[in-house]
Nanobody
C-alpha cells in the first residue's frame, strides 16, 4: 500500500514563502508522475504542479514563476517551494502519485496539509 505523507503546511503572511514535503513509503521512481494539488472548501481539487520521472515539470498558470516542484529520488520525497504567497493560495495541499498501467491511471493521495496565507 502506497503511503504519502505531506508536511510543512502552516500559517504564513502574504508575500512570504513556505516549503512543503511529501514523503513516500516506497520508491517514487516507480511512479510516472508526482504532483501537488490544492483544494479550497467548496471547490474542486486542482493540479498545480507536477513532475515526471525524468523531472520534467508542469505548473498551472496561477503558480507558475512562484512555485517550484522538485524531487529527491534517494529520499523518496517530493517538494513544493512556494514563494510570493497570497491569500488566494490558502488551501489544503495534497500530494499525488500517478502510475499508468494498461492505459489506466492509478492515483495515490496523501491526507493533505493546510496552508493559510494571511493578508
Amino acid at each position: 500500500q502506497v503511503q504519502l505523507v505531506e508536511s510543512g503546511g502552516g500559517l504564513v503572511q502574504s508575500g512570504g514563502s513556505l516549503g512543503l514535503s511529501c514523503a513516500a513509503s516506497g520508491s517514487i521512481f516507480s511512479f510516472d508522475a508526482m504532483g501537488w494539488y490544492r483544494q479550497i472548501p467548496g471547490k474542486q481539487r486542482e493540479l498545480i504542479a507536477q513532475i515526471s520521472r525524468d523531472s520534467t515539470t508542469n505548473y498551472t498558470k496561477s503558480v507558475k514563476g512562484r512555485f517550484t516542484i522538485s524531487r529527491d529520488n534517494a529520499k523518496n520525497t517530493v517538494y513544493l517551494q512556494m514563494n510570493g504567497l497570497g491569500p488566494e493560495d490558502t488551501a489544503t495541499y495534497y500530494c499525488n502519485a500517478q502510475r499508468l498501467r494498461d492505459y489506466i491511471i492509478y492515483n495515490y493521495w496523501g491526507k493533505g496539509t493546510l496552508v493559510t496565507v494571511s493578508s
